[in-house]
Antibody
């Protein structure tokens, strides 16, 4: 059974930093690109970042580029999101999600964690 | 960036009704579109991928259609447990944008 478990959320002051983790199990972690998606309170879904299976390719939303860094440790089956220079508008539930692939095409985010809440406030 | 526009934003229907949600892309995305269901306080759940392929375990009353710039999610017979917000997402290019969501309520 595929499982994704996020951790690391909490309350942080504006300008502060936080590192989120997503522990994966039930599949060959290194074979899948992974993603972070966030949802501000009462708002819709916003894609944040994607990393390839080997970690060599990364992609970011403009809203977090230069402040957030996605990474992974395939030996630990863990995905990370390092968040620096946090702003009030980064307040959201952060989900990790696995990329769903058919042959070689990315077609979905097929499994999601339960999310971890990040609150940026003084 | 590719923008996705869902309509309607809110929909109220009765149990047993057939309903459709539309997702329009600002440029062609072939069939690289997925649909998700999200219930309050829960993570999104994949319903449909590649525009029309039903994810394993999803009830057959859900279906998807379309390609290019216009897509539709249809629920053939609305059930009480379908009360949720539905999102489309394009996976044709980065950024992987989502539609703004359609909230479905049971009358």
């Amino acid at each position: 059974e595929v499982q994704l478990l996020e951790s690391g959320g909490g309350l942080v002051q504006p300008g502060g930093s936080l590192r989120l983790s997503c522990a994966a199990s039930g599949f060959t972690f290194s074979s899948y690109a992974m993603n972070w998606v966030r949802q501000a309170p009462g708002k819709g879904l916003e894609w944040v970042s994607t990393i390839s299976g080997g970690g060599g390719s990364t992609y970011y939303a403009d809203s977090v580029k230069g402040r957030f860094t996605i990474s992974r440790d395939n030996s630990r089956n863990t995905l990370y999101l390092q968040m620096n220079s946090l702003r009030a508008e980064d307040t959201a539930v952060y989900y990790c999600a696995r990329t769903g692939v058919v042959v070689t095409a990315t077609v979905s985010f097929d499994y999601w964690g339960q999310g971890t809440l990040v609150t940026v406030s003084s | 960036d590719i923008q996705l526009t869902q309509s309607p934003s809110f929909l109220s229907a009765s149990v047993g009704d057939r309903l459709s949600i539309t997702c329009r892309a600002s440029q062609g995305i072939s069939s690289y579109l997925a649909w998700y269901q999200q219930k309050p306080g829960k993570a999104p759940k994949l319903l449909i991928y590649a525009a029309s392929t039903l994810q394993s375990g999803v009830p057959s009353r859900f279906s998807g259609s379309g390609s290019g710039t216009e897509f539709t999610l249809t629920i053939s017979s609305l059930q009480p447990e379908d009360c949720a917000t539905y999102y489309c997402q394009q996976l044709n290019s980065y950024p992987r944008t989502f539609g703004q969501g359609t909230k479905v309520e049971i009358k």
